[in-house]
């Protein structure tokens, strides 16, 4: 990985993580950013003493980027990604993967088609806590999964909505609490556990109805392959960002997230895992695995075969929030396609 050149389309909030972890590459470095607000973008040339572009595809004409950090709104995702696909640009773009499941449709298609790599941004996947519990659950010591629970307990007020209007609608965000933050614990979900083959949910607006048309929360009870059941509850109607919870009940022993992994075995022995501590500019919700994620995707695009987070992978987690929208809002057919 020699001389890569790296943009960032999207300055908005996350676009700090990209920003830090583009930093820290050795053999890449930020050549362009782009956003369509004019006062974002002048920041970020400021910032970081690269040309600014209004629109994307001038950016890849005038730059010709090796790779492009997708920071946008929900609904501009897919759009975005297969462009710069189509034009043999690797990709790394946030979550979700798109905002309709047409659109992810699209972007997976796009994928599979291109030279180029696709990294969707389920960061989290490379804590420290979650690699230790697909490691003890693939090794098998730990014997089969009898089950397992998991819940959000977040906070989001009337503000937060209003500072980025697109957040709280159906058009904009393709949905609420579920595809903007509860989504990164779905997909550890049925990542650790095992695809989702059927399920039964509900999604509500409970609170925030003033100022959202999304929900604010959201339950349901799945089925994984292999027979296993799971139960999820997320709301944005806590007091506070408390630790993401998950628990995973095997024939050997439970294992517990609450930010630190907690192992109990049956034996009687426990074990603790500890969250690795990083400082970083982004919010702490987002977790400190971006730069992991993706410092492991560069390293990777001279490999062959796509990312493992790709956009196929990534569009497990889309069908399960969007089939819990499907069940709880039978005739609007926007916030279920």
């Not at 890569?4 to 930093?23: M, N, P, R, T, Y």
Request: a negative charge; hydrophobic letters at 45%.
């Amino acid at each position: 990985m020699t001389g890569l050149k790296a943009a960032v389309i999207g300055c908005g909030d996350v676009s700090a993580v990209h920003f830090e972890a583009i930093a820290k590459l050795d053999g890449a470095a930020l050549a362009a950013v782009c956003d369509t607000d004019p006062g974002r973008l002048a920041a970020a040339v400021a910032a970081f003493g690269v040309p600014g572009f209004a629109d994307h595809a001038s950016l890849i004409e005038a730059i010709g980027p090796d790779v492009v950090h997708i920071t946008t709104p929900h609904n501009t995702h897919a759009a975005i990604a297969t462009d710069c696909l189509e034009r043999g640009v690797n990709v790394i773009v946030e979550k979700p993967l798109a905002h309709t499941l047409e659109e992810g449709r699209r972007l997976v298609a796009a994928a599979a088609s291109s030279p180029a790599k696709t990294a969707v941004c389920f960061q989290n996947r490379y804590n420290s806590t979650a690699q230790a519990m697909h490691a003890l659950l693939s090794s098998g010591e730990l014997g089969a999964v009898l089950g397992a629970s998991a819940t959000v307990f977040w906070h989001r007020d009337a503000d937060y909505y209003r500072s980025r209007p697109w957040r709280g609608t159906w058009a904009g965000g393709g949905g609420g609490l579920m595809m903007n933050q509860a989504i990164h614990t779905v997909d550890l979900l049925q990542w650790l556990v095992g695809d989702v083959v059927s399920l039964s949910g509900n999604a509500a607006t409970r609170f925030l109805g003033e100022t959202i048309e999304v929900e604010d929360t959201a339950e349901f009870v799945a089925e994984h392959a292999g027979g296993v059941r799971s139960a999820f509850y997320a709301t944005l109607a806590n007091a506070v960002n408390a630790p993401v919870t998950l628990d995973i009940v095997t024939e050997n022993a439970t294992l517990s997230l609450r930010g630190d992994l907690t192992v109990s075995y049956a034996d009687g022995r426990v074990e603790v895992v500890p969250e690795r501590v990083v400082e970083s500019g982004g919010r702490a919700y987002w977790g400190v695995s971006h730069e992991l994620l993706i410092s492991d995707f560069y390293a990777r695009l001279g490999e062959p075969g796509p990312f493992w987070i790709n956009p196929a992978e990534a569009g497990k987690s889309l069908r399960i929030v969007k089939e819990i929208y499907r069940q709880s809002y039978p005739d609007a057919v926007e916030r279920v396609s």
